[in-house]
């Protein structure tokens, strides 16, 4: 359904950094927080929201007392941007964790869960006093217009063709890594037509009665900037699994789409999150960004170090963010 209202105009998002920086400084780790830390870095060189918040457009307007993510990263980014220490504690995000989500600075998370809550969080306060709007509208927020999409699941009975579509909006998405061994057979996997049989059967709005049918879901709006989770965690053993999986510096999304036939929808690799350790119950997150001198960068808690491309294809990836 079209919005009613458009909460942030897509013409006033800017891909590209409006600025060359110096990569910002480290983030100090608190002993189990470097799952913060990495999704921090990893907001902070997203180009079109650093652009945002270094404008400092969402402080002066927002009127939130208690609690708002916006003014929290908009301070966080200008302080890394113009920051000559060597490293420095996120203390205002640490401070405000229990309203992000159902973290503790004592306590060790998970990167993936921290991304989802404080996407979630900054897309809260873009909807501060407009959470009457219809919900199409709702998902024309900055954050959206950057990190949303829209997927599509296609049913198709089996018997007499009918087709039934739904639509389900995102801001990242969670990938089944299986024995795949890249990127690109991991999504072809995502799209591929699945039978729904048994207790899965579909009721078929011809015939009235539950039919044999196959589901597939493709992306339907692609997101400006693609946020993907390599899911490393075993349902049936809840074992990490360790596999590297290939990811391309340039990824075609085209072949993923509700259309597949078109021009090439081209993403650019600019962070990579890795966690390191036996179990996902346990070890350690750091990172590669990509900064605004076009050069790529390890971030690992207090360290920084600059590396190339082929160090960062060769990691054991975790979340992957790919910008349009």
Same mark, same amino acid.
């Given at each position: 359904t079209p919005p009613q209202r458009?909460?942030?105009? !897509?013409?006033?998002?800017?891909?590209?950094?409006?600025? $060359?920086?110096? !990569?910002? !400084?480290?983030?100090?780790?608190?002993? /189990? $927080? #470097?799952? &913060?830390n990495v999704i921090l870095q990893c907001l902070t060189y997203t180009p079109p929201l650093a652009n945002y918040l270094l404008s400092r457009q969402? /402080?002066?307007? #927002?009127?939130?007392? &208690?609690f708002c993510m916006m003014c929290i990263m908009e301070d966080?980014?200008?302080k890394i941007m113009y920051s000559l220490a060597n490293a420095i504690l996120p203390r205002a995000v640490l401070r405000s964790l229990r309203f992000i989500g159902e973290f503790k600075?004592?306590?060790?998370g998970d990167a993936y869960e921290f991304l989802c809550c404080a996407l979630s969080a900054m897309q809260n306060a873009c909807l501060t006093g407009r959470r009457a709007l219809d919900t199409s509208s709702q998902a024309t927020t900055l954050i959206y217009q950057i990190?949303?999409?829209?997927?599509? /699941?296609? &049913? &198709?009975c089996l018997r007499c063709q009918a087709v039934s579509d739904s639509y389900k909006a995102f801001l990242e998405v969670l990938l089944k890594i299986k024995a795949a061994s890249s990127l690109t057979t991991i999504l072809e996997n995502f799209v591929k037509p699945r039978l729904l049989d048994g207790r899965q059967c579909m009721k078929c709005s011809r015939y009235r009665k539950k039919m044999i049918a196959s589901k597939k879901i493709t992306i339907h709006h692609a997101p400006r900037v693609l946020t993907l989770c390599l899911g490393r965690v075993d349902v049936r053993s809840s074992r990490k699994i360790s596999q590297v999986v290939e990811y391309p510096e340039c990824l075609d999304l085209q072949p993923y789409m509700s259309e597949a036939a078109g021009e090439p929808l081209l993403y650019s690799l600019y962070a990579v999150v890795v966690h390191s350790g036996e179990t996902c119950l346990a070890g350690h997150f750091f990172c590669y960004i990509k900064a605004s001198d076009g050069l790529w960068y390890k971030m690992d808690d207090e $360290?920084?170090?600059? #590396?190339d491309i082929h160090a960062v294809l060769g990691q054991q990836a975790y979340l992957l963010f790919y910008i349009r």
């Open positions: 458009i909460l942030f105009p !897509p013409e006033n998002i800017c891909m590209d950094w409006l600025h $060359t920086r110096r !990569p910002g !400084p480290g983030l100090r780790n608190l002993g /189990s $927080t #470097c799952y &913060v969402h /402080s002066q307007s #927002c009127r939130q007392q &208690v966080h980014v200008r600075p004592d306590l060790a990190f949303g999409g829209f997927l599509r /699941s296609r &049913v &198709v $360290t920084m170090d600059d #590396c």
